[in-house]
């Protein structure tokens, strides 16, 4: 049998949307954005619209929506949340539509709006996005959204760390030295993540910032069994 | 006293010129015109002309030059040589100026050509291009070529062991994830380079197409002193 094939992408500059058209698109964005809409489908957030431009996020605002809204890391001052993951907490978001709009995150999941599926991934629901992968027969890239384009430290290694999880199932093949490149960057930085992402430079803009209070909680794997999906364009649980 | 600054970029997509005016651009494409490229000057061309287009270099070879150029590793019908650097012999080319057009490479050396300077590096230059970067007092960015603008694990190797001999030097430092991970990938390829070479798409790529023979010499280290810089559009001797 045909094995299905692997692929990583290190920078939304290096995204090309038709390639995409029949695959499942991950989306690795872990400090912070990826992580914090994990953390919320945790905590029971019924669905979150992403949305690019800080009118349109003001717009929602006006409408009487929660708004997650930062640029740069900073909460904007209409928002009522930033994209820390411990501002997602159950008492805010449980059972509510949040709008969201980030730095880089929203503008990826525009990106990749023509893919089969688009999912968020993230070390706190690796094992349960390993799973749902799985269970679909399909392609897979593994999209990290960098930092301004540029590749970054965290998401490759997290990707590496999704990518080795496929390739153990042996459904999956890639002739991506990019995903080649991600695994074994994952091998170097398992044994000790926290003190390995201590060189990325987002973990030094974060600390620069005073938002790094956050980033163990970031690498925490298997904190939740979500799976954020985009249907129709907003974010949603892919068991509804 | 403050040091000098060390950034990789992985592939021409992420290139950005305006970044690099004050800086040292090193044009990394191992397999195979930068391996090609130090070749031809070790052996005693005089100079490279590097042309884009499969009809001006025509025109170079009507009017009486000397033509490499290939399209996806095959020589094209009216040139001399192709891009293996078995082909820029010294019988062939010393005292020579060849004219040049790859898939690759030259559309990066146009793409660097506003950098302070613009050199070309691989493994078999890697002792000198170190020594020549270390006598200027600048920035440098380690410029992958990739393929087809994609991310490729031997010229970051190479960008890898290029940079730890700077960093090694303590007169550069680096914040740039990109720099530290060709470095990490360098620390697993290092023991064994030709083994770990065997899973770029590219060394398989030309294994399928027969242009492999080259492969072992590509990655051989200090296999000439030459460091061929960009005067003037054109491809010398760093000495001259």
């Known amino acids: 049998m045909a094995k299905r094939k692997l692929e990583t992408c290190f920078s939304p500059a290096l995204y090309q949307s038709e390639e995409q058209s029949n695959s499942i698109v991950i989306i690795i964005d872990i400090l912070r954005a990826s992580s914090a809409i994990c953390t919320a489908f945790a905590n029971g957030v019924s669905a979150i619209i992403p949305v690019g431009e800080i009118s349109e996020a003001k717009e929602y605002k006006a409408r009487g929506f929660l708004v997650a809204a930062e640029r740069d890391g900073f909460v904007l001052d209409f928002a009522d949340f930033g994209n820390s993951p411990f501002n997602f907490t159950k008492d805010k978001v449980e059972g509510k539509i949040i709008v969201y709009s980030t730095t880089n995150g929203t503008g990826i999941i525009n990106l990749a709006s023509s893919a089969y599926k688009v999912a968020i991934g993230s070390f706190l629901n690796i094992g349960a996005l390993a799973k749902w992968i799985l269970s679909q027969d399909r392609d897979v890239l593994l999209f990290c959204a960098g930092w301004k384009n540029k590749f970054n430290i965290e998401d490759t290694v997290c990707a590496g760390a999704i990518a080795e999880r496929l390739m153990e199932s042996n459904l999956y093949s ?39 209070d956050c980033i163990d909680f970031c690498l925490t794997s298997e904190f939740t069994e979500k799976v954020p999906v985009i249907k129709n364009g907003i974010l949603v649980d892919n068991l509804l």
Chains 1, 2 share one sequence.
């Open 174 to 212: 890639t002739i991506c030295d990019s995903t080649l490149a991600a695994i074994d960057l994952w091998s170097i930085a398992n044994p000790d993540l926290r003190g390995y992402i201590e060189k990325a430079a987002q973990r030094n803009r974060l600390r620069e910032k005073k938002l790094d």
